[in-house]
C-alpha cells in the first residue's frame, strides 16, 4: 500500500529522532508499503530563520550571525548522528555547508539593503526543510533503501504567489506530482519531500503557512492515490482536552473528518481544516501517531462520525489571547447592511473574526478577534461606526478566552446545552457568549481567560470522565 508518512519538527529535532524516523520509514517498506515521505523543519529552526531574518533587516549582523550559527551546529551535528559514516555522511555535510552558506549570502543582502519583502522572508524560511530533508533522506540510504530528497518545486507544488501564507493551485499540483513521483514510487524509490514550501509559477519559493507540511502530504496523497497519510509526532495521538490542564485527557481514538476539523480550529494538533478537507474528498484515513511509540495506533481520523454510547462530547478545547468587541446602538435595528459594515471593516483592518453574535433585537453585534488585532479593529470601528447615528459605542474586553465541547454525539441529543453550561455554572464560571453551529458538533462559548481551565475541567468531567464510566 502506498502510504504517506509525514514527520513533523519535533520527530525530526535531532539526529537521533532523524534516525529514528528512517527506522519507521524502513519498517512499512519491510512490510510491503511504498512510502512517500514529507519533513518539516527541525525544532526551532524556523524560528531561529525568522530572528536572523528581523536581525538582518534591522542591521544586527552580530545576532543574525549568532542565529546562523545555531541551526548551523544543530544540522550538521544531525548528519553526524543520523549517518554514521561513509561516502553519504561526507557528501550530506558537504550539501549542508553548501546550504548554510547560501543562507548567509541571502541574509547579507537583506542586512545591505535593510529591508525584508515577504518574498525574501519566504525565501529564508525554506531553508528549514531544505536543510533537514537531505538528512532523512540520506538516512534512508544509509540503510540502503532508495530514497531521493525532493523541495516542493522540484516535487512540483505549485502555489500562488501569497507570499507567506500561499495557496495550492491544486489541479496543476495533482498533475505535476503524478508526472514527476507516480512511477518514482512504484518503482520503490521513496520521494522524501520539504513540507510547507513550494512555489509560485514564476519558480520563486513560497511557504504554504500554517500547517503547510500537512498540505504537501494531502497534496501529496490525493495526487498518488495512498491508501493512508501518517502525521508522525511526538504525542500518542489526539486527545480529549489538553493535558497541561486535564491531566487525565484520554487518547482518542478515532474521529471524523468533522470532528477534527472543529478541534483544529480550537488549535488540536491535528491537520488544518483545509488539509483534512482535501483528504475527506479524496477518502484518505489520517492518522496521528507517535514516533516514540510506534506500537501504539493512535488516533485514525476517517469519513463516518461514529457515535459511541458515553461519547456525546468527545474534547473540550479552548483558545486564548483572544478578546471581545461590541458594536451597539439603538440606530442599528432594522438598518440594512450593519452588519455588513462591521465585517467589512474588520476585513480590511486584517481582523480574523472568530465568533460573532448578534441579538435579536439587532441593536448590538459582538464578535471574538485575536488579541493581535484588537487595537487595530477596535480603532478601524471606532473611525468607520461612530458618529453616523445608527452606532452608539464600541466595546472592547481584553483577557477572554473561547471554550469548546466537540462531538458528533452532541448532534440530535436533547440537554446537551444543560449540561454544558449547569456544569459551567457549578464550577463558578460566567459565560459572556455563546455560539453553536449548525452542524451541531460544537457549542462554544467565551469565558474570562482566567476562567478557561477551570471550565475546561468542569465540562470534561461532566462529559468525558462521567459518560466513560456509564
Not at 495557496?167 to 505535476?176: D, F, G, I
Not at 488516533?299 to 489571547?321: D, F, Y
Request: hydrophobic share 45%; net charge negative; charged share 25%.
Amino acid at each position: 500500500m502506498k502510504r504517506v508518512m509525514k514527520f513533523g519538527g519535533t520527530s525530526v529535532g535531532d539526529g537521533e529522532r532523524i534516525e529514528r524516523a528512517a527506522s519507521l520509514v524502513a519498517a512499512a517498506v519491510a512490510r510491503g508499503d511504498l512510502p512517500l515521505v514529507v519533513v518539516s523543519a527541525m525544532n526551532d529552526t524556523t524560528d531561529d530563520l525568522l530572528a536572523a531574518c528581523e536581525h538582518a533587516r534591522r542591521g544586527r549582523h552580530d545576532q543574525a550571525a549568532q542565529a546562523v550559527h545555531r541551526i548551523a551546529t544543530a544540522h550538521l551535528d544531525a548528519v553526524r548522528r543520523a549517518v554514521r559514516e561513509g561516502a553519504v555522511r561526507d557528501g550530506l555535510l558537504s550539501t549542508t555547508r553548501e546550504q548554510l552558506g547560501e543562507l548567509e549570502k541571502v541574509l547579507t543582502g537583506i542586512a545591505f539593503v535593510g529591508e525584508l519583502t515577504p518574498r525574501s522572508r519566504d525565501f529564508v524560511l525554506s531553508f528549514g526543510e531544505r536543510l533537514s530533508t537531505p538528512i532523512l533522506a540520506g538516512a534512508l540510504a544509509a540503510r540502503g533503501l532508495p530514497a531521493r530528497a525532493f523541495t516542493g518545486k522540484e516535487a512540483g507544488i505549485l502555489t500562488d504567489s501569497r507570499f507567506g501564507e500561499a495557496r495550492p493551485l491544486v489541479a496543476s499540483t495533482r498533475h505535476q506530482l503524478r508526472e514527476r513521483l507516480g512511477a518514482l514510487v512504484e518503482s520503490g524509490t521513496i520521494p522524501v519531500v520539504t513540507g510547507f514550501i513550494a512555489a509560485d509559477q514564476h519558480g520563486t519559493p513560497t511557504t504554504i503557512g500554517r500547517g503547510g507540511s500537512d498540505f504537501t502530504a494531502t497534496l501529496l496523497g490525493a495526487a498518488l492515490e495512498v491508501g493512508e497519510i501518517e502525521l508522525w509526532s511526538d504525542v500518542d495521538g489526539l486527545l480529549s482536552a489538553d493535558p497541561r490542564v486535564v491531566p487525565d485527557a484520554r487518547l482518542l481514538e478515532e474521529l471524523s473528518y468533522a470532528e477534527a476539523m472543529e478541534m483544529a480550529f480550537f488549535g488540536a494538533k491535528t491537520m488544518p481544516p483545509g488539509a483534512l478537507e482535501m483528504a475527506s474528498e479524496a477518502g484518505i484515513p489520517v492518522r496521528v501517531r507517535n514516533c516514540a511509540r510506534p506500537e501504539r495506533t493512535g488516533t485514525a481520523i476517517i469519513e463516518a462520525q461514529k457515535v459511541h454510547a458515553g461519547s456525546i462530547v468527545k474534547t473540550v478545547l479552548s483558545i486564548r489571547k483572544v478578546g471581545l468587541v461590541t458594536v451597539s446602538g439603538g440606530g442599528m435595528a432594522g438598518v440594512p447592511g450593519t452588519a455588513a459594515r462591521v465585517f467589512d471593516i474588520l476585513g480590511e483592518a486584517r481582523a480574523n473574526v472568530l465568533m460573532v453574535s448578534q441579538g435579536s433585537s439587532e441593536v448590538n453585534i459582538t464578535v471574538v478577534l485575536p488579541s493581535d488585532a484588537m487595537d487595530r479593529a477596535v480603532n478601524a470601528l471606532e473611525l468607520g461606526m461612530l458618529g453616523g447615528g445608527a452606532v452608539r459605542e464600541v466595546v472592547r474586553e481584553d483577557d477572554v478566552a473561547i471554550v469548546a465541547c466537540v462531538g458528533a454525539g452532541m448532534k440530535g441529543t436533547p440537554g446537551v446545552a444543560a449540561r454544558v453550561f449547569t456544569a459551567v455554572a457549578g464550577a463558578g464560571v460566567n459565560v459572556h457568549m455563546i455560539a453553536q453551529g449548525s452542524s451541531e458538533l460544537n457549542i462554544s462559548f467565551v469565558v474570562r481567560e482566567a476562567d478557561a481551565d477551570r471550565a475546561v475541567r468542569a465540562l470534561h468531567a461532566e462529559f468525558v470522565a462521567r459518560d466513560a464510566k456509564g
